[in-house]
């Protein structure tokens, strides 16, 4: 479950204790550092939402670390703490980007809303850039390929569960087609002719996804403008997708349990209970019994989520496929971009199967249609495919370390289509840090 | 109060304090939590924890005086203090818990307005009932919850807590149920 980040900055360690104490019993992630150094040292490792920085430390100063935090993570929101006597030190703190001051000790009444004040402005951040990047979704389902032992047995499962009502569980790393998969299962289902609704469990916020799932009445919150059906209700005589379902939060797993288990739930301030009928497919990349072990998922929702289970093989495990999945790539991007193209020549496709993929098939697919954009020729040759560049990220030897990040981080958006939870697994930092730096380059889906 | 059992949680009182707020605090955590309760003073004397400067008890050195101590029997305790309660980063708290440890404190200083223990109306009875089992909560390692009317919904001020149920909103309660599973598991 995800919960907001906090680092305190103090070299008193009873405050630090103390404060931490507090926020820990408020639901927060809470770390601790007792100098500046400490500080930045920890933000090498880790990003936080929210710091409460002392003004007064020996070495690096809270003034020196807001520096810091601002010119490289100026969304963290930084609280300066400070005594009686500093006051016109932290007024000068905000000037340089601090969000705010508190003199100690704090009236827990102050700090209470002002934490709740900063993650609420924190979340409106997210939801904007969730709300433009659910704009230009674009979801293309196709048939799946694969002649590879491994994939024959995943379409013999398919095939078996498909007309059954089961719940079917789809694991995998990310890019195996578990989402087509799932369409699949639905498109050969007597439900066919019913919707199949996706939710990107990994890419709506997490104070949406109630509304989301379960749909508002009028009037139930601020912005409730209008009555809105969730995706639970449109789902109703079709199948549900819950795609990257190990990101819910535990309150949502406990609700999703309770609408799997009687079929029924209400609208958020709704009070008319709604029936449906939808059979559920959910997809993850995490290690479901690893998140139970550490408490992050429930063992109840995934036995009740886990009825059947099909696990999606990775690229490297059915490398025989490669050159069926490559011809096909190349055919749909050749209609797309109208180009003389004839192929992929041989040497090209040597190193398509020497290459390890750990995107899977959709870095398989980006890296053909970028491909197609670069070639030059009538057949693709090795230099077109991206992938093998010796200069990885095409950037000049006197680029800067943010540029190299940024191109880097445009890269991974790209080759996995912008999904939020999957990028920020494979670039190994958490969501919040991904959408801070979406923001901060200004990166923009194509 | 009730005699002692194998897994029961213990009410600490401070000092001389209301026997039917003992009696409340004692029926909710029965209702809430499930098990029984016993009434033992284990701490009379928090002199170690005053702060001379703030003339206020430092509520995590009780938390810490009051786990070493408790009887193995208990698988909590809870104290209830009549002093103002403190911890250093905080103007002042109503109470304070070990999250997920076994000692706990709530303090009738502020919540019956200033008030002998002794002399607690019934309205700062419920107030004070519903902070006791709050900071228990978090001994169950039940966080503060979003829902205002629920128990573990934290509280800026007295009105706040007037506001709130004595219960446990359905999420919280699944929560406890796990936790609790997981204590008699374990």
């Not at chain 1, 009028?218 to 403008?225: L, V």
């Not at chain 1, 490669?322 to 790539?329: D, G, R, S, T, V």
């Not at chain 2, 026997?19 to 029965?30: C, F, H, N, R, T």
């Not at chain 2, 016993?38 to 938390?63: G, P, V």
Request: charged residues 30%; glycine residues 6%; aromatic residues 6%.
């Amino acid at each position: 479950m995800s919960s907001t980040k906090i680092l305190i900055v103090d070299d008193e360690l009873i405050l630090r204790e103390s404060l931490a104490g507090w926020l820990l019993r408020d639901g927060h992630t809470v770390d601790t550092a007792s100098s500046g150094e400490e500080a930045l040292e920890k933000l090498k490792e880790a990003r936080f939402d929210i710091m409460l920085v002392d003004i007064k430390m020996e070495g690096i100063s809270g003034l020196d670390v807001l520096q810091h935090v601002k010119e490289n993570d100026p969304d963290v929101a930084i609280v300066m703490i400070t005594a009686y006597g500093s006051i016109p030190t932290a007024i000068e703190a905000m000037k340089n980007g601090a969000y705010d001051y508190m003199l100690k000790p704090f009236d827990p009444n102050e700090l209470g809303v002002l934490i709740d004040k900063i993650i609420k402005h924190q979340d409106q951040e997210r939801e904007m850039l969730f709300l433009r990047e659910e704009h230009k979704e674009r979801t293309r389902f196709e048939s799946m390929i694969g002649q590879s032992k491994p994939m024959q047995e995943v379409f013999d499962l398919i095939c078996d569960v498909a007309p059954m009502e089961s719940t079917v569980l789809i694991t995998g790393e990310t890019g195996t087609g578990k989402g087509l998969a799932a369409k699949a299962i639905h498109t050969n289902s007597p439900r066919c002719n019913g919707p199949f609704v996706m939710v990107n469990c990994g890419a709506i916020p997490e104070h949406l996804m109630e509304s989301e799932l379960f749909g508002h009445q009028k009037g139930a919150f601020t912005d409730a403008k209008e009555t809105k059906k969730g995706r639970l209700e449109l789902a109703h005589d079709g199948t549900l997708f819950l795609d990257e379902v190990g990101e819910i939060n535990m309150r949502m797993q406990i609700d999703l349990l309770r609408v799997l288990e009687d079929r029924v739930f209400y609208r958020v301030g709704g009070t008319q209970p709604i029936e449906v009928d939808f059979r559920v497919i959910a997809a993850t990349n995490r290690n479901l019994e690893e998140a139970i072990k550490d408490g992050s998922f429930r063992e109840d929702l995934f036995y009740r989520l886990n009825v059947i289970s099909i696990k999606m093989p990775p690229l490297n495990k059915r490398k025989e496929d490669i050159p069926l999945l490559a011809e096909h790539f190349l055919h749909r991007f050749i209609q797309e971009t109208n180009k003389d193209i004839d192929k992929i020549d041989r040497e090209a496709m040597d190193e398509l199967m020497l290459y390890d993929w750990p995107g899977n098939v959709r870095e398989l697919e980006n890296a053909i249609e970028r491909a197609v954009v670069v070639a030059k020729e009538r057949k693709i040759l090795p230099e077109y495919l991206p992938i093998f560049c010796h200069e990885p990220l095409h950037a000049p030897r006197n680029n800067s370390l943010q540029e190299i990040e940024k191109a880097h981080i445009r890269l991974i958006l790209t080759d996995n289509d912008w999904n939020i939870a999957r990028c920020a697994k494979i670039l190994d930092i958490d969501r919040s840090t991904l959408y801070s730096k979406i923001k901060r380059y200004n990166l923009q889906k194509n | 109060m009730t005699s002692q059992s194998e897994h029961s949680i213990l009410i600490s009182p401070v000092g001389e304090l209301s026997s039917e707020l003992i009696e409340a605090v004692a029926g909710e955590i029965k209702q809430v939590f499930g098990y029984s309760t016993e009434t033992s003073s284990i701490l009379q004397d928090l002199s170690f924890a005053l702060d001379d400067n703030r003339n206020q008890y430092h509520s995590t050195a009780i938390l810490d005086r009051l786990a070493a101590d408790i009887p193995p029997h208990a698988i909590r305790v809870l104290a209830i203090a009549q002093v103002d309660l403190f911890i250093p980063i905080l103007t002042h708290v109503y109470g304070e818990a070990q999250l997920g440890g076994q000692a706990c404190i709530v303090s009738t200083f502020r919540l019956n307005e200033g008030r002998s223990g002794t002399n607690v109306p019934p309205k700062y009875i419920e107030r004070i009932v519903k902070e006791a089992i709050h900071e228990l909560g978090h001994t169950f390692n039940l966080r503060h919850c979003p829902e205002d009317a629920c128990i573990m919904h934290y509280c800026r001020n007295e009105e706040d807590v007037d506001h709130k149920s004595g219960q446990l909103c359905r999420y919280c309660i699944i929560m406890l149920e796990d936790e609790i599973k997981r204590l008699r598991t374990s």
